[in-house]
T-cell receptor, first 113, second 121 residues
Framework: GENVEQHPSTLSVQEGDSAVIKCTYS??????FPWYKQELGKRPQLIID?????GEKKDQRIAVTLNKTAKHFSLHITETQPEDSAVYFC????????????FGKGTLLTVNP | DTAVSQTPKYLVTQMGNDKSIKCEQN?????MYWYKQDSKKFLKIMFS???????INETVPNRFSPKSPDKAHLNLHINSLELGDSAVYFC????????????????????FGPGTRLTVL
């Protein structure tokens, strides 16, 4: 089955700096890569996703890049703010009726004011 | 209005007891999921139901039995609770992902419930 590795497990940045979280996946058939943000005590929420036919996607201060050949994808957050502090999960999935998300182990991002 | 709701929010019980967690979604989705998040925050799929039919069962002990009375509800019953069952359990739902005519693959966002924190003493 699919295996998703996520690094780093913790990341601390100063407000205004950029943050990058990296993930690798094992199954070359995976073709959908969402990122979820989970604030302390809250539910995971989708913040951005990318399909395998796209190399990069941006949404305001967040962007995701995908390298299918190397089987890795990354989340980039620019101009970080204290409210970006949360646990971020990457995930990978093979599309189809039995699609399921395999999550990375999460990155605790702390943005220091 | 809450899109995906779970009850109870907290559940504290003794080892060996049987307990249930309920989940309801009002988004009109046809696929629902149960995830377990352990103390290290690792999120792992347990079950998935599509139109009341079990489509994913991730080698979960048979003490765990999901039940979907209709598309909007997916309950989780746990027998003979063990210490290792302590975790946060999240329900989620999405429109069905699949392959439409012409071979186009669709993917749909999963919406999570607020979670149920289960503590087994």
């Amino acid at each position: 089955g699919e295996n998703v590795e996520q690094h780093p497990s913790t990341l601390s940045v100063q407000e205004g700096d950029s943050a990058v979280i990296k993930c690798t996946y094992s199954d070359s058939a995976s073709n959908y890569f969402p990122w979820y943000k989970q604030e302390l005590g809250k539910r995971p929420q989708l913040i951005i996703d990318i399909r395998s036919n796209v190399g990069e996607k941006k949404d305001q201060r967040i962007a995701v890049t995908l390298n299918k050949t190397a089987k890795h994808f990354s989340l980039h957050i620019t101009e970080t703010q204290p409210e970006d502090s949360a646990v971020y999960f990457c995930a990978a999935s093979i599309g189809g009726s039995n699609y399921k998300l395999t999550f990375g182990k999460g990155t605790l991002l702390t943005v220091n004011p | 209005d809450t899109a995906v709701s779970q009850t109870p929010k907290y559940l504290v019980t003794q080892m060996g007891n049987d307990k249930s967690i309920k989940c309801e979604q009002n988004l009109g989705h046809d696929t629902m999921y149960w995830y377990k998040q352990d103390s290290k925050k690792f999120l792992k799929i347990m079950f998935s139901y599509n139109n009341k039919e079990l489509i994913i069962n991730e080698t979960v002990p048979n003490r765990f039995s999901p039940k979907s009375p209709d598309k909007a509800h997916l309950n989780l019953h746990i027998n003979s609770l063990e210490l290792g069952d302590s975790a946060v359990y999240f329900c989620a739902s999405s429109h069905v992902a699949g392959t439409s005519g012409g071979g186009k693959t669709t993917y749909n966002e999963q919406f999570f419930g607020p979670g149920t924190r289960l503590t087994v003493l």
